[in-house]
């Protein structure tokens, strides 16, 4: 299959201006959201024409129909994806159509139709590794004196207590911070924001780095060179990328002789020792800026540890021969 023409009767060229896949990257808020939808459509572009330097700009969109976005469905269900990944496609998928509608291409009723697909359903275990402790110790640990090792000690320890997506933690400035009542501002998804918390000890190290770092307005965490001086913009230090924070992980927890865990991982232990804690999910929810409760509530451990200690009550008889 392959997306139609744009030489088909009625077609005509998609204007960069009109284009339904610019126009949707546009309407979104975070810079991570646009690279995430971003790759989506661009995935789907290469799966459709079969043209690997393919991308969502340009395509007819507007001409999809029930016929074809079904089909689509079918073929990103055989790429082996979870369906997680699978729906996140199909988000990016319907929200591209809605602009074509918007933008006068295509009729009410053939996004109504085009878009009527059924979510791609699947039972799976919990993704991701909690992380213990004693490993986020040794991570510590292997944060040296250099402003670099400062930061990454305090990065660590702001992810460990909030939470924070690494997006969330990279677009953090100063001002967000407020040592009086141990508190960031941060913003998440659609431009929601929230307050988080950080535990003393956390902000003893978010204090260290700051000693480093100076008062100059800009983003809290900054890439640092060689040379151990903050990246700056316009006399302002400039804030981690994703990827970014993702390498400091890599990189702290190579040197601390642990398994390589990421930003998200960091999340999902946090939900984790909330709600084994006893902290109720509508507060955990809050703190985590999830916009449904359910999602928090995949993050429980409980039911898991509940199955493991009935296991436990078991006893394997003894080894010894029939009479």
């Known amino acids: 299959?392959?997306?139609?023409?744009?030489?088909?009767?009625?077609?005509?060229?998609?204007?960069?201006?009109?284009?339904?896949?610019?126009?949707?990257?546009?309407s979104l808020t975070s810079p991570e959201s646009?690279?995430?939808?971003?790759?989506?459509?661009?995935?789907l572009a290469r799966l459709l024409t079969g043209d690997e330097s393919a991308t969502g700009a340009g395509q007819p969109w507007h001409l999809l129909r029930y016929e074809h976005t079904v089909r689509i469905r079918t073929m990103l269900?055989?790429?082996?994806?979870?369906?997680?990944?699978?729906?996140?496609?199909?988000?990016a998928l319907r929200r591209v159509l809605k602009e074509a509608w918007r933008l006068g291409?295509?009729?009410?009723?053939?996004?109504?139709?085009?878009?009527?697909?059924?979510?791609?359903?699947?039972?799976?275990?919990?993704?991701?590794?909690?992380?213990?402790?004693?490993?986020?110790?040794?991570?510590?640990s292997a944060c040296d004196d250099s402003p670099a090792g400062v930061r990454d000690a305090a990065l660590i320890a702001v992810l460990y207590s909030t939470g924070c997506r690494r997006a969330e933690l990279g677009g953090l400035t100063l001002a967000d911070y407020d040592p009086g009542s141990r508190s960031l501002r941060v913003r998440g998804k659609r431009d929601k924001e929230r307050l988080v918390y950080l535990t003393t000890d956390a902000i003893g190290l978010v204090e260290r780095w700051l000693a480093v770092r100076g008062n100059v307005p800009g983003a809290l965490f900054s890439p640092i060179s060689k040379a151990g001086r903050l990246r700056t913009r316009d006399g302002r230090p400039v804030g981690l990328t994703g990827q970014g924070i993702a390498?400091?992980?890599t990189r702290r927890f190579g040197a601390a002789g642990a398994a390589r865990r990421t930003a998200h991982d960091f999340r999902r232990t946090f939900i984790g020792e909330l709600l084994d804690a006893g902290v109720d999910l509508a507060t955990a929810q809050a703190l985590v800026g999830h916009a449904s409760p359910a999602t928090t509530a995949r993050y429980d451990r409980r039911p898991e540890r509940t199955r493991r200690e009935a296991v436990d009550r078991l006893r394997l008889p003894p080894a010894r021969p029939l009479a």
Request: net charge negative; glycine share 6%; charged share 20%.
């Open 1 to 26: 299959m392959s997306l139609p023409a744009v030489s088909e009767p009625g077609a005509l060229p998609v204007e960069p201006a009109r284009d339904p896949y610019h126009v949707y990257l546009d």
């Open 34 to 43: 646009r690279r995430t939808m971003r790759g989506c459509l661009d995935r």
């Open 77 to 91: 269900t055989d790429q082996g994806w979870s369906a997680a990944y699978v729906n996140k496609h199909l988000v």
């Open 105 to 140: 291409q295509t009729s009410a009723e053939d996004l109504a139709r085009a878009s009527d697909l059924a979510p791609v359903r699947q039972s799976r275990l919990p993704a991701g590794h909690h992380v213990p402790p004693e490993v986020v110790g040794a991570a510590l």
């Open 247 to 249: 390498d400091i992980l």
